[in-house]
């Protein structure tokens, strides 16, 4: 529980920008690990559900630091804007 309890606190607080691309990511890895226990790939689905435990692990570790990268990639050209019309 303490890893599930890790990942709610981590990853709650984030913008919808990191959380909503991560959680949708996940749920079309956990939905294509979910179809293709059905077609008897062991596999491919055990691979499918590692990789959405790694992206909510990454998330949960370093989705404050791709918030803040996105957020000063959005800031900056209006920087840069301001700065041309004032020359």
């Not at 984030?14 to 996940?26: A, E, Q, R, S, Y």
């Not at 435990?53 to 990639?73: C, Y």
């Amino acid at each position: 529980m303490d890893i599930i309890d890790y990942l709610i606190t981590n990853i709650s607080p984030l913008p919808w920008i990191v959380k909503g691309t991560g959680l949708v990511l996940m749920g079309l890895l956990l939905l294509r690990a979910f179809t293709q226990v059905f077609t008897l790939r062991w596999i491919k689905s055990a691979t499918n559900v590692v990789y959405a435990v790694i992206i909510a692990l990454g998330m949960a570790r370093f989705g404050q630091d791709i918030a803040d990268f996105i957020k000063t990639k959005q800031d900056k050209p209006s920087v840069q804007i301001e700065q041309t019309q004032q020359n």
